[in-house]
């Protein structure tokens, strides 16, 4: 049982104001396998004073301190991989594989590219008679969401360190064991005390204090819609900053001029990788009508073959992370079934041979209407849903006809035709023959378009989320005239 009791403000362990806590549930057993503090307004209170005071300092440090800061939580990072790994795969219930591939590969990749953008980061620019100078934006609260725990941390904490800033962390309560870790890296490479401040807590407590608070310049959330739209609610009053990385349905277009079942199976796949858990996953295959017969048979294939178990067992996917998840999930397949899709594979229920652990049926739906809540909610699990469209201008449509725009696929013969075609969705990262993974670039901005947010991070694109200009104009004066 891991016991995670005390918070990490100003440089120190210290313990909560309150005395609330927190099981952390294993998602594979049901059972608890830790327990945190959970804080209070006057814990965000006492590190928001922590950052402002550690500001005034930090902010003033040059690139080379930084890049040398970087370097040295670089270090401490790969000392704890293997711990990451492990947390990561018992609190949020991802296989062993999918920790050790993906779920840290990330964030030490976001890491070390930091690194290397900060070295030739460009601060200043000459506009003729003005220089306009990139500060950063001051305290940050940055609030993380269970999916990523380890990557969505580094994706926020890294760029904001990188330029100048001060943050306080608030990470999911569902997994919060690597967010421990990262903050043990924290103060073995010895980042001053107050630039990196973490609380445990909720959502309505710590979470909106976070983007209430009046010392806290900008609040940065990986959430879903609904604690995005809250957070910048909450933030209004004080006007701060709102970074926002929400949620997605993102469309997979299947083009006629595709290989059918290679692109039905990366299909099927991507969005079953990290057990449906990822907002970016594609989770609306939009297929030619002509050849909905081999799609469908293509996806059962495919579906047949994603495995579940245990996070230690070598599977492709695991349990959902915790019991409102699998409820949900659950409530959103019967609705398919109730609304008149077919089932290809998968539904109701745990698969067969588990009783207990939040695992979930590789499940797949074909016929899928746009009005159909299947279509429309965000269902965050190994949930496939499959349209058809007529004509490619009909799937261009259809992939347009959500609320969101994070990430869209486009599979086809032809580059030409899959370049065309993705270039009219709306969508923060398109990705063209491929499933993600296999394409990612960690040096372009990932972020949403509509309902999906409205921040970007990865690459130099995020410093740029922590940074204001500042105009100083006559800078550079213009000649005397003769």
């Not at 994070?406 to 990705?431: F, K, M, N, T």
Request: glycine share 10%; aromatic share 8%; net charge negative.
């Amino acid at each position: 049982m891991r016991e995670y009791l005390k918070f990490y403000i100003d440089g120190q362990w210290v313990e909560p104001s309150g005395t609330k806590t927190w099981d952390v549930i294993d998602p594979a057993t049901e059972e608890p396998s830790g327990r945190i503090a959970l804080g209070e307004a006057e814990d965000v209170d006492r590190a928001a004073k922590a950052a402002r005071r550690a500001f005034k300092t930090y902010s003033q440090t040059s690139r080379e301190e930084r890049v040398a800061l970087l370097e040295r939580v670089l270090v401490e990072f790969e000392k704890r991989i293997p711990d990451l790994e492990a947390a990561v795969s018992e609190e949020m219930g991802a296989p062993m594989w999918v920790s050790r591939d993906a779920q840290v590969v990330l964030p030490h990749n976001h890491l070390k590219i930091a690194i290397e953008n900060l070295k030739t980061y460009e601060f200043e620019e000459d506009r003729g008679l003005s220089l306009v100078r990139m500060v950063p934006v001051g305290v940050c609260g940055l609030i993380t969401p269970w999916n990523w725990p380890a990557s969505t941390v580094m994706t926020k904490v890294v760029p904001a360190l990188a330029v100048g800033c001060t943050l306080i962390l608030k990470p999911s309560e569902y997994s919060p064991y690597s967010a421990q870790i990262l903050t043990e890296v924290m103060e073995a490479a010895q980042v001053p005390a107050g630039v990196f401040n973490l609380v445990y807590g909720d959502g309505p407590t710590v979470g909106a204090e976070l983007s209430r608070h009046p010392l806290i310049d900008m609040v940065s959330i990986t959430g879903s819609t609904r604690a995005g739209a809250e957070v910048a609610r909450n933030a209004a009053e004080s006007v701060k900053r709102v970074h926002q990385e929400l949620g997605g349905k993102s469309p997979n277009i299947i083009l006629e001029s595709a290989d059918i079942e290679g692109a039905v199976d990366r299909g099927v796949k991507g969005l079953m990788f990290n057990t449906g858990q990822s907002c970016s996953a594609p989770s609306r295959m939009i297929a030619p009508q002509s050849k909905m017969e081999q799609v469908i048979s293509a996806a059962r294939k495919a579906a047949s073959e994603v495995t579940v178990g245990a996070p230690s067992e070598d599977a492709y996917t695991g349990p959902v992370v915790n019991g409102n998840q699998w409820n949900r999930i659950q409530e959103l397949i019967q609705s398919g079934i109730d609304e008149g899709a077919t089932l290809v594979a998968g539904g109701v229920g745990r698969p067969e041979g588990y009783e207990k652990g939040y695992y979930v049926k590789p499940t797949v739906f074909a016929n899928v209407t746009p009005e159909m809540s299947v279509a429309k909610e965000e269902i965050f699990g190994p949930v496939l849903v499959i349209q058809s469209y007529v004509d490619t201008e009909d799937a261009i449509e259809l992939a347009n006809d959500s609320d969101y725009g994070l990430a869209a696929y486009v599979q086809g013969g032809s580059i030409d035709e899959v370049r065309e075609v993705g270039s009219r969705i709306p969508a923060g990262q398109v990705y063209l023959n491929g499933s993600g993974l296999d394409l990612i670039d960690f040096t372009v901005p990932f972020g949403g378009h509509k309902r999906s947010g409205n921040g970007r991070e990865w690459g130099d694109f995020a410093f740029e989320a922590f940074l204001e200009p500042i105009s100083l104009v006559g800078y550079n004066p213009s000649p005397t005239s003769e």
